[in-house]
């Protein structure tokens, strides 16, 4: 109790600080009466790992039209934090791909055209750095020399996606903790998660309630071999671009709930999130890179441009029948409230 106590008095500092802040770096929303006149800023965010597939293109079909209806602006960023297995051909064929289907963005990719570059992950290590150092100074992070299979051998796979729970074996006793991080040893640092449920609402899926200790434990925000952790680089990133709209996979539900708890823990506003169904095969395996056969390399022997947008749009529900068109005819047609709130979406891969 007294531990929790103390982290919610923690973060009932941190957003007094930011709405005071917010009183000077927003002067203009006064004249804002609602949320309406605030320029979206959405974003794809690739990871350059191999070819993109279908269901990739239908995630960023989406979020391009979602902002575009809105006379909106598009970011994209290179999400390359995997030194093995990201390879800048790839971003150069995912630029190639998204060019071809049609798709446009106003900042961002491997020119870093805009304002908050660079937009490759792989070079924003000193910035991650910075906001790591404001969470270790408030105590609430911590060195965890465990390893996957340490971890795995004290618990049995969470729910059917393998998931597995951190069951703070390394946590400090006594939180806040400001122990320095071990000189010698191999560690990663975690970020220690209350035992409450965070809140926020999905444009497709509606309300969430989610208690992170009871769905991931305390997370990863930097590894042990030095790279950076997926959620701490998505929260630094959308918050100093801008981006006030994420659009992506419903298999990234769970990660809203650990980036909403990062926000708030460093102060900050989190964007809206609008999670899309998977496009899966006919055997209700989700698409991965390794489906050759719905790779876009694939794809674009078979169909024109207006042939896989016309498809994305009428898996989404956007058009009743797969029509050929281009991403611009779909930006009057386009609502939130026509994409299906299912998790998945099967398709026969014959038939594409």
Known sequence: MVLMQ?????????????KFACQFNNM??????????????????????GRMHLGNLFSALLSWLSVRSRNGRWVLRIEDLDPQ????EYAKLIEDDLHWLGLDWDEGGLSDRGPHGPYRQSLRGD??????????????????TCTRADIIATQAPHQSDGRIIYGGHCRPT????????HPTARHST??????????????????????????????????????????????????????????????????????????????????????V??????????????????SMDELRKRHTPQEITGILAHLSGILPSPAPCTPHELITEFAWNKIPPKKEIPIDQTSI
């Not at 297995?85 to 800048?88: A, N, P, V």
């Not at 006594?174 to 991080?181: A, D, I, T």
């Not at 671009?241 to 823990?265: C, H, P």
């Open 6 to 18: 103390r982290y919610k008095n923690y973060v009932t500092r941190l957003q007094k600080l930011a």
């Open 28 to 49: 203009d929303s006064k004249s804002c009466k609602n949320k309406s006149c605030v320029t979206p800023v959405g974003r794809y965010a690739p990871s350059p790992t």
């Open 85 to 88: 297995r990201s390879k800048e």
């Open 127 to 144: 910035i991650y750095r910075i906001y790591l150092d404001k969470i270790r100074a408030t105590g609430y992070s911590y060195p965890c």
């Open 174 to 181: 006594s939180l806040p903790s400001f122990l320095p991080e």
């Open 190 to 275: 975690r970020l220690y998660v209350p035992d409450e449920e965070i809140l926020f609402t999905d444009t497709v899926y509606g309300n969430q309630r989610v208690n992170l200790t009871h769905e991931c434990g305390d997370f990863i925000l930097q590894r042990a071999d030095g790279a950076w952790a997926y959620q701490l680089a998505v929260v630094v990133d959308d918050a100093l671009m801008g981006i006030n709209e994420v659009v992506r996979g419903s298999d990234l539900l769970l990660s809203a709930a650990q980036q909403t708890y990062l926000y708030r823990l460093l102060g900050l506003t989190p964007p809206a999130y609008a999670h």
């Open 277 to 294: 169904p998977l496009i899966c095969n006919s055997d209700g395996v989700r698409l991965s890179k390794r489906d050759r056969s719905l």
